[in-house]
């Protein structure tokens, strides 16, 4: 065992070094352009994404939390609405519908995609639901005919929670934040494609509502100084975009080199007699660590999962975890409190337990898979973990 390895959670230093040079002349033309909002860069980072999200339309905005608030505006989502959320994701997700005095409904999900589970959507539904918004937790795409086909009987908008999933195709190969009625990204600095900063995307497919996410992007005012609707100041930086033009030609081949090691993982894992395969749901003694499970990858299509988070379940989580940050091993826990429980939220939430999440938040734990890791590093991270467990 070598003691000198150290494994941060994440070290974007090795991104930055690889392309120094691109992007700090890209940041320099805008800074000689002077040119900083809503600009060239943008328009080009829009017709890019257009192509590659295989969308018709591409909005840069503020930050994924922007996208997902925006998307909600223009919905005309308000007080008297209820939304239908995941209650195991990030906080922005159900944050957003009660900023604009709408209700959240929080749902549970499956307990191996980690994503909303479309068949205890229907019971939640009532005269007041708006949306629904299901989230593509940490780089896999929640079951998305499922959801559209709920959303379809019921007459309710779709708001894909992309953030963590730029480049995931659901299993018949639409990209994730293509399918439903708007799509919402984010480019915070330790998503796949991450930005010097905050920054965000909306998409969809229909004209009319791009133009009313257009508009509302600056404050609503169509011309310029008329405003028939609110919106606000939810732009993207020419900056950000610079950076973002640079960075999406590789996010593919990071994409990959994540998902590598999330492979390297699980041989590891079962070499260790940690686990026996993924996706399985309880603890024995050849099962310590429960794998995520990458569902769609049977259908042949490549890029189902990028691993934003490569986040695995195990018993007495809180130990591993300070036992591997003695090891110089940096782990997280997304998310450690489901969005139900959160004392902000508790006049929303119906009393109703959402078991499968609040056993999650005592289990899962995201390991290390930024895309340069070195396998002597993933090596690392599994024997810790089986030296955690050997002598236990
Ligand atoms: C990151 C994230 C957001 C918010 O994005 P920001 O750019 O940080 O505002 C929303 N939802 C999910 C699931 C996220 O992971």
Redesign the pocket.
Same mark, same amino acid.
């Given at each position: 065992m070598d003691s000198q390895i150290s494994v941060p959670l994440l070290d974007l230093k090795a991104q930055y070094a690889a392309l120094k040079h691109e992007l700090d002349g890209a940041m320099l033309r805008v800074a000689e352009s002077q040119r900083f909002i809503l600009g060239p860069e943008v328009d080009a980072l829009e017709r890019a994404m257009c192509g590659y999200l295989e969308v018709n339309h591409a909005l840069g905005v503020s %930050?994924?939390?922007?996208a997902?608030l925006l998307a909600l505006m223009a919905l005309g989502i308000g007080p008297g609405d209820s939304v239908i959320v995941p209650t195991f %994701?990030?906080f922005?997700?159900a944050g957003v519908v009660s900023r604009l005095g709408a209700r959240p409904i929080f749902v549970d999900v499956d307990p191996v995609t980690f994503n909303l589970d479309p068949s205890q959507i229907a019971t939640r539904i009532d005269a007041t639901t708006r949306a629904i918004v299901p989230?593509h937790?940490f780089g896999q795409s929640a079951d998305m005919d499922a959801i559209m086909a709920v959303a379809d009987e019921h007459g309710l908008a779709v708001i894909e929670?992309a953030?963590?999933a730029i480049g995931t195709r659901y299993r018949d190969g639409r990209r994730a934040g293509s399918i439903g009625t708007i799509g919402c990204f %984010?480019?915070?600095p330790s998503?796949n494609l991450g930005a010097f900063g905050?920054?965000?995307l909306v998409t969809t497919n229909d004209p009319e509502l791009y133009q009313r996410l257009r508009i509302m992007r600056v404050h609503g005012g169509e011309p310029k100084y008329y405003h028939a609707v609110v919106g606000g100041n939810f732009r993207l930086d020419e900056l950000q975009a610079a950076v973002l033009n640079v960075k999406l030609p590789h996010l593919d081949g990071w994409s990959a080199a994540r998902r590598r090691n999330a492979e390297r993982y699980c041989e590891l894992f079962r070499e260790h007699g940690l686990a026996e395969g993924e996706g399985r749901q309880e603890f024995d003694a050849a099962n310590r660590v429960l794998l995520p499970a990458s569902v769609y990858r049977a259908g042949g299509v490549d890029d189902v999962h990028i691993y934003n988070q490569f986040t695995v379940r195990v018993a007495d989580r809180d130990g591993l975890r300070a036992f591997l940050s003695e090891r110089r091993v940096g782990t997280e826990v997304y998310y450690p409190v489901p969005l139900h429980m959160q004392e902000c939220f508790r006049s929303d939430a119906d009393g109703l337990p959402l078991p499968v999440s609040e056993r999650l938040g005592r289990e899962v734990l995201a390991l290390p898979i930024y895309p340069e890791l070195a396998d002597e590093q993933l090596a690392h991270v599994v024997g810790s973990i089986a030296d955690y467990y050997s002598h236990r």
């Amino acid at each position: 065992m070598d003691s000198q390895i150290s494994v941060p959670l994440l070290d974007l230093k090795a991104q930055y070094a690889a392309l120094k040079h691109e992007l700090d002349g890209a940041m320099l033309r805008v800074a000689e352009s002077q040119r900083f909002i809503l600009g060239p860069e943008v328009d080009a980072l829009e017709r890019a994404m257009c192509g590659y999200l295989e969308v018709n339309h591409a909005l840069g905005v503020s %930050s994924g939390t922007d996208a997902l608030l925006l998307a909600l505006m223009a919905l005309g989502i308000g007080p008297g609405d209820s939304v239908i959320v995941p209650t195991f %994701s990030f906080f922005a997700t159900a944050g957003v519908v009660s900023r604009l005095g709408a209700r959240p409904i929080f749902v549970d999900v499956d307990p191996v995609t980690f994503n909303l589970d479309p068949s205890q959507i229907a019971t939640r539904i009532d005269a007041t639901t708006r949306a629904i918004v299901p989230v593509h937790l940490f780089g896999q795409s929640a079951d998305m005919d499922a959801i559209m086909a709920v959303a379809d009987e019921h007459g309710l908008a779709v708001i894909e929670d992309a953030a963590q999933a730029i480049g995931t195709r659901y299993r018949d190969g639409r990209r994730a934040g293509s399918i439903g009625t708007i799509g919402c990204f %984010s480019f915070f600095p330790s998503k796949n494609l991450g930005a010097f900063g905050d920054g965000g995307l909306v998409t969809t497919n229909d004209p009319e509502l791009y133009q009313r996410l257009r508009i509302m992007r600056v404050h609503g005012g169509e011309p310029k100084y008329y405003h028939a609707v609110v919106g606000g100041n939810f732009r993207l930086d020419e900056l950000q975009a610079a950076v973002l033009n640079v960075k999406l030609p590789h996010l593919d081949g990071w994409s990959a080199a994540r998902r590598r090691n999330a492979e390297r993982y699980c041989e590891l894992f079962r070499e260790h007699g940690l686990a026996e395969g993924e996706g399985r749901q309880e603890f024995d003694a050849a099962n310590r660590v429960l794998l995520p499970a990458s569902v769609y990858r049977a259908g042949g299509v490549d890029d189902v999962h990028i691993y934003n988070q490569f986040t695995v379940r195990v018993a007495d989580r809180d130990g591993l975890r300070a036992f591997l940050s003695e090891r110089r091993v940096g782990t997280e826990v997304y998310y450690p409190v489901p969005l139900h429980m959160q004392e902000c939220f508790r006049s929303d939430a119906d009393g109703l337990p959402l078991p499968v999440s609040e056993r999650l938040g005592r289990e899962v734990l995201a390991l290390p898979i930024y895309p340069e890791l070195a396998d002597e590093q993933l090596a690392h991270v599994v024997g810790s973990i089986a030296d955690y467990y050997s002598h236990r």
